[in-house]
């Protein structure tokens, strides 16, 4: 193997050139050597949508009118991408981050459409786009992702509409494709690069995009699919680790979706390009990540949008979730994608990985959940496909995960309707110092907006970390106790906090339990952008939507609830109608203890009757 990168460059060049001037035929496949350029593919397509696959949807197609339904929703999208025009290369601050997503959007949506319908004007469209890429100065691998998400597009738009290119085009692409992505991502492999030693979405992404693009020139430029592919498959294993055990994701859902499309978009790529992933896909906990997003969507369909998750991120159409559920054999991961795209658009990868799946499997789903990993979560809820439903979530972890908030014990409530507890999500990732050293100054993404107690004002530990302690799932009801004591070093001996969907799953506690070091103020709040009415100093009425809450304060009785703006000034988002229902305990010592209960109003009233408290320790 050529270890130079100038080598490697030189030799791919070469090998393109010498190939597309003999019009030589690419190799056969060679099954059992562990030459990847041997073992690849003949011909084009040989990614994703092989023509095998698209005979088989054919004829489905035929019979089933979800998948037909399906297919109008991609073409239709194919056929808005037919008038747009190629955007220039421009930087959005350090990125040309949107600019790859488009043409990665539109490239795929046009070559889709010429695969399905066999019209060389959607070709046309997206050999348009390819050839303006090609033309790019760079596609910014000082943000890598930018690059390894225009090679995506590059791969699925050279091998989807290979017949329909001519031989100039052809070698126009390739040559980009080496010097434009693969070259600059092989820099990044000799050189010990972060994102190839890295355990989140960088990982997945970086590596995805490299494997389609070395899998798709890899007959006319095989040493960079040599070099690139043992470095993917040594490197996935890092962040693929991230889902163990249940499928959880540290960065939060909305980075989970797309380490996980990029996950799909390499490991699929290796399936039908090479027809194997080397092992990658029976990494513990990814066979079960399609339950983070079916769990974490409440009955709103918001999302618990821990970490830089958009603030109004919910449960959308995620075509990954249907590669997850053919991949492991999991009905319940289509059914539920089903479910989404009931009032959502499927996009043409949803034709591609489309898996039929009976809409009874979600009807045996349990009402709660335990998700381990790096961040656990802890999710309860009274009902499913109840709008109404009361749900909660709360998560541990630590501080340090990529994305991360000072967060620890945050959680969110969802009831009759109405998202009441809220998270603010990220803010925008272009102010000053956003993934550094400012980073704790930011509203959003300190502990002042969460959900989470505060001593003395101060915020958590950029380094705590939090554990469940304890969880249980009854037919009444479910609870959780997480020990936060190393999210407060320094400030307390011990800190936990409980969160229990109680009163035969009517209402929800959440109990907090401190021992402090030193005398200190306790602040417990949490955001909401619901009207709040203080009707006694210890009962509160949130009203959102026609909907109302009850809010008592169990303890302690000398406390008192009060409310706070929690909007900000430019060029913080500014939070409008945001506020804090708040308690202060001044000069609390040694052991105090905070309790609040959520009753939301329903026919029958709240189910709001203070009941005596039992200590932390003696939950299960």
């Avoid at 541990?396 to 994305?403: C, D, K, L, S």
């Avoid at 709040?525 to 619901?530: D, I, L, M, N, W």
Wanted: glycine share 10%; with cysteine.
């Amino acid at each position: 193997m050529i270890r130079r990168r100038t080598g490697i460059l030189a030799a791919a060049l070469a090998a393109v050139a010498a190939a597309r001037a003999a019009e030589t035929a690419p190799p056969a496949p060679a099954g059992g050597t562990r030459d990847p350029a041997a073992m690849l593919r003949a011909g084009h397509p040989r990614l994703w949508l092989t023509a095998e696959r698209l005979a088989e949807l054919r004829t489905q197609a035929a019979t089933d009118p979800r998948l037909k339904r399906y297919v109008d929703d991609a073409l239709a999208a194919t056929a808005k991408s037919k008038s747009a025009k190629p955007r220039d290369h421009k930087l959005i601050g350090p990125r040309l981050l949107t600019v790859s997503r488009d043409y990665l959007n539109h490239i795929g949506a046009l070559a889709f459409g010429y695969r399905w319908t066999g019209d060389r004007a959607y070709a046309g469209a997206a050999r348009a786009f390819l050839l303006k890429a090609c033309a790019f100065p760079d596609w910014n691998p000082s943000h890598f992702l930018d690059t390894a998400e225009m090679t995506c597009a590059m791969a699925v738009g050279y091998d989807w509409t290979f017949d329909a290119l001519d031989a100039d085009a052809r070698r126009t692409i390739e040559r980009a494709v080496v010097r434009l992505g693969l070259e600059p991502g092989i820099k990044v492999y000799e050189g010990g690069g972060w994102w190839a030693k890295c355990d989140h979405n960088w990982n997945q992404v970086c590596n995805g995009g490299m494997l389609a693009g070395a899998l798709a020139i890899g007959d006319v430029a095989p040493e960079p699919l040599r070099f690139i592919l043992p470095h993917a498959v040594r490197s996935l294993p890092r962040a693929l680790a991230s889902y163990a055990p249940d499928g959880n994701w540290g960065e939060g859902p909305g980075y989970w979706n797309y380490a996980t499309d990029y996950t799909a978009f390499g490991l699929d790529a290796l399936d039908t390009a090479i027809g194997a992933d080397f092992g990658l896909g029976r990494t513990p906990g990814l066979s079960k990540a399609g339950q983070m997003p079916m769990t974490l969507a409440g009955p709103t369909g918001l999302f618990f949008n821990y970490a830089d998750c958009g603030e109004n991120s919910r449960r959308r159409p995620m075509a990954c979730m249907f590669w997850l559920a053919r991949k492991f054999r999991d009905e319940s991961f289509a059914a539920d994608e089903h479910a989404s795209l009931a009032s959502g658009k499927a996009s043409p990868w949803h034709v591609v990985w489309y898996a039929p799946a009976r809409a009874d499997v979600l009807a045996t789903r349990p009402l709660d959940a335990n998700l381990r990993g790096d961040v656990p979560v802890a999710v309860f809820r009274s009902a499913w496909n109840d709008p109404d439903a009361i749900w909660v979530a709360v998560k541990a972890g630590h501080n340090t995960v990529n994305h991360a908030h000072l967060d620890l014990g945050q959680f969110v409530l969802d009831a009759l309707g109405v998202r009441w507890v809220t998270d603010l999500g990220s803010d925008d990732y272009d102010l000053p110092g956003y993934f550094g050293k400012q980073r704790w100054s930011y509203y959003r993404l300190n502990s002042q907006s969460h959900g989470v107690p505060l001593l003395a004002g101060r915020d958590q530990d950029p380094k705590g970390r939090a554990e469940m302690a304890g969880y249980h799932s009854g037919e009444t009801g479910g609870q959780v106790r997480i020990d936060l004591t190393g999210a407060y070093k320094g400030q307390a001996d011990r800190v936990q906090r409980g969160v229990a969907l109680t009163r035969n799953r009517r209402a929800v506690l959440v109990q907090d339990e401190f021992t402090l070091r030193t005398p200190a103020e306790i602040t417990w709040g949490v955001t909401t952008y619901a009207e709040i009415r203080l009707a006694e100093p210890r009962k509160a009425v949130m009203r959102r939507d026609g909907r109302e809450m009850v809010v008592r304060l169990a303890a302690p009785e000398s406390a008192a609830f009060a409310v706070e703006s929690a909007e900000r000034p430019k060029p913080e988002k500014t939070n409008t109608g945001a506020k804090r229902l708040i308690v202060r305990v001044p000069g609390a010592a040694g052991e105090t203890r905070i309790a609040v209960l959520f009753s939301p109003v329903g026919p029958g009233g709240p189910a709001d009757d203070l009941r005596p408290l039992v200590p932390l320790d003696g939950w299960r």
